[in-house]
């Protein structure tokens, strides 16, 4: 029987075959948008298990695992990690259509040299392999990137964060960049109920007093000066979607005092406007000013489900894509009011709601300028879209409405240190993607062309983009 992961996996002509082996297949990897802690980068930590590896806080699998009825002392609860192996197993092994599957497969080939799929008949053979290759320390957190071929990563850090692993790992001479991405979400979510004490903690890592907003960008723009010694370029806001208007009855700066002096304050919609309007344009402005390029992932309602968030927390697989709403009036008055200071910094948008797909690629070729390319672009399929039919529907839009060999290319938005596969994946999908239209006389197959497009997509541009060349 052929191996199920094979040289041909995903690639369904000559075509598709010859353009991922010879342009793509051995490019280096920049994931500039993942949630690995750089701490067990700069600790290069050693793993007791593959359950340790894989299972841990990774709630795309423990969604499916739950979806397959299976009890949650075997996913976030106190079963042995054996076990939870083992469930894992009977949850993945006929998970058709579902990209863990794929993932499962390539993660088990490249690391371990497993090629057969995960079964619950070969689970125990699998978990004793795992465990005999990771308890001989050949795959460590810095063992994995090499032999990745990562070349750089971007993690994602709260302003507050010292920064000091990033430090750690830059002074050992590991050979990978691993660079900071600044993630403010802490700030700009005034309405929440830690907004306060975060507030107090940031005074304390910049030793001021926070009274009023001004306060605060002062603050600010030395935690911004502080990620940028420390080779950030990049910034990353989640959000439902973003709340912009110029013109409001109330004052930003009247909206943070009140907040600050009563922290049980209910905040109004317009509040909230008034607050996040403003911050979101000083922290672009700040962007921009800098070069860097800003990150907005939007289109998702986090933790839906109250009980699982009181008894696993957040990130415990319980958050959804949001309906379709009206984001393109707010975020286009955001665009423009900076677009016309002179201040719109480069821009990747995401939505988690493929509807809004052809939406995004429109909005993005109304402000770019041409000072470089793709300076406000479209995002990689992310997390409910990054599978197969996710990557090719974003592929088709953006080609549609835009220039693909400007597109920015993949990321694994991961906490796990096996997901590098997912560039693989996406590598493979996006050759094929090519190799389809050629084959089908969409395209020309000119190899001089092609090459370039799939260097720019699964490599270059990314250096590029974040300033990452040196």
């Not at 999908?429 to 197959?445: D, E, K, M, S």
Request: hydrophobic share 35%; charged share 25%; net charge negative.
């Amino acid at each position: 029987m052929d191996r199920f992961i094979n040289d041909n996996f995903l690639l369904d002509n000559d075509i598709a075959i010859e353009l991922y082996n010879e342009y793509a297949k051995d490019l280096p990897i920049i994931d500039y948008h993942c949630h690995i802690d750089a701490k067990e980068i700069a600790d290069d930590i050693h793993f007791g298990s593959i359950t340790e590896l894989w299972l841990k806080g990774d709630h795309y699998k423990w969604r499916l695992m739950r979806t397959c009825g299976i009890d949650e002392k075997y996913i976030t609860g106190d079963a042995p990690a054996k076990e939870k192996f083992l469930m894992w197993a009977k949850a993945v092994e006929s998970a058709f259509g579902n990209p863990l599957y794929h993932w499962t497969c390539l993660e088990l080939a490249r690391y371990f040299g497993i090629y057969e799929p995960l079964t619950s008949q070969n689970a125990e053979a699998v978990w004793n392999k795992t465990c005999e290759i990771l308890q001989s320390g050949k795959l460590s957190a810095r063992s994995i990137m090499t032999g990745s071929n990562v070349e750089l990563i971007c993690t994602t850090d709260d302003p507050c964060d010292s920064l000091i692993y990033h430090e750690q790992i830059m002074s050992s001479g590991f050979g990978i960049k691993v660079l900071p991405a600044f993630r403010p979400d802490n700030i700009v979510d005034i309405e929440k109920d830690s907004f306060n004490s975060y507030i107090g903690k940031l005074e304390s890592v910049t030793g001021t007093k926070i009274y009023s907003l001004e306060d605060l960008k002062a603050a600010l723009l030395t935690r911004l000066d502080h990620f940028e010694s420390h080779g950030c370029r990049i910034s990353d806001h989640g959000m439902e979607y973003i709340k912009y208007k110029d013109e409001l009855n109330t004052t930003s700066d009247e909206v943070f005092v009140k907040k600050i002096s009563s922290p049980d304050a209910r905040l109004t919609d317009e509040e909230l406007t008034a607050y996040k309007s403003d911050i979101m344009l000083f922290f672009a402005r700040e962007y921009a000013r800098r070069s860097w390029t800003m990150q907005l992932h939007f289109g998702c309602k986090r933790n839906v489900n109250s009980k699982m968030l009181k008894s696993a927390g957040i990130n415990c697989g319980c958050d959804t894509i949001t309906g379709q709403t009206d984001f393109v009036t707010p975020l286009t008055g955001f665009m423009d009011r900076l677009n016309s200071e002179g201040l719109l910094p480069k821009m990747i948008i995401y939505s988690l709601n493929p509807t809004d797909n052809t939406v995004i690629d429109t909005l993005c070729g109304c402000y770019n300028d041409g000072s470089v390319p793709g300076k406000i672009q479209h995002g990689a399929a992310w997390w409910f879209n990054d599978n197969l039919a996710g990557m090719e529907d974003q592929l088709r839009s953006l080609c549609s409405q835009s220039s693909l060999p400007c597109f920015v290319g993949m990321l694994t938005d991961s906490r796990c240190f096996l997901s590098y596969t997912r560039h693989e994946y996406f590598r493979r999908i996006f050759c094929n993607y090519l190799g389809t239209a050629i084959a089908c006389g969409r395209f020309p197959y000119d190899k001089r062309i092609l090459k370039d497009i799939i260097e720019r997509v699964c490599y270059k541009n990314a250096l590029e983009m974040f300033n990452a060349k040196s």
